[in-house]
């Protein structure tokens, strides 16, 4: 649980956790939304993984993330939390129209 809560206690990760529960993304559009490194996006990554929050898959040569079914399945109540909260984060309707922007460009090509 304390793992849970340090992957919770940091604002990119939020960012992060707010986009994914509204659909799976991959490296290239967190990178692009977030405006920060690959190998900033990818320790952010990690550690919400470690903490159970998310999971990742492939698709070809691109990793994908998601909300991991446990924090669906165990944490149910922390997850409707997160899903209203988040949203109301100052960055998030700029971080989603840019993941839409993102993807109307079909930059990464999936």
């Not at 509204?22 to 919400?48: A, G, T, Y």
Request: glycine share 0%; aromatic share 8%; hydrophobic share 35%.
């Amino acid at each position: 649980m304390v793992e849970l809560f340090k992957a919770l206690a940091e604002e990119n990760r939020l960012r992060i956790l707010s986009l994914l529960l509204q659909q799976d993304l991959c490296v290239c559009e967190l990178e692009h939304c977030l405006e920060l490194k690959q190998s900033n996006i990818s320790r952010h990554l990690s550690v919400l993984k470690r903490s159970g929050l998310v999971e990742s898959y492939k698709d070809q040569q691109w990793a994908y993330y998601k909300i991991s079914r446990s924090l669906t399945d165990e944490h149910e109540q922390l997850r409707s939390y997160l899903d209203e909260k988040l949203k109301k984060l100052p960055t998030f309707q700029d971080d989603m129209a840019r993941i839409e922007t993102y993807r109307e460009h079909e930059v990464c090509r999936h």
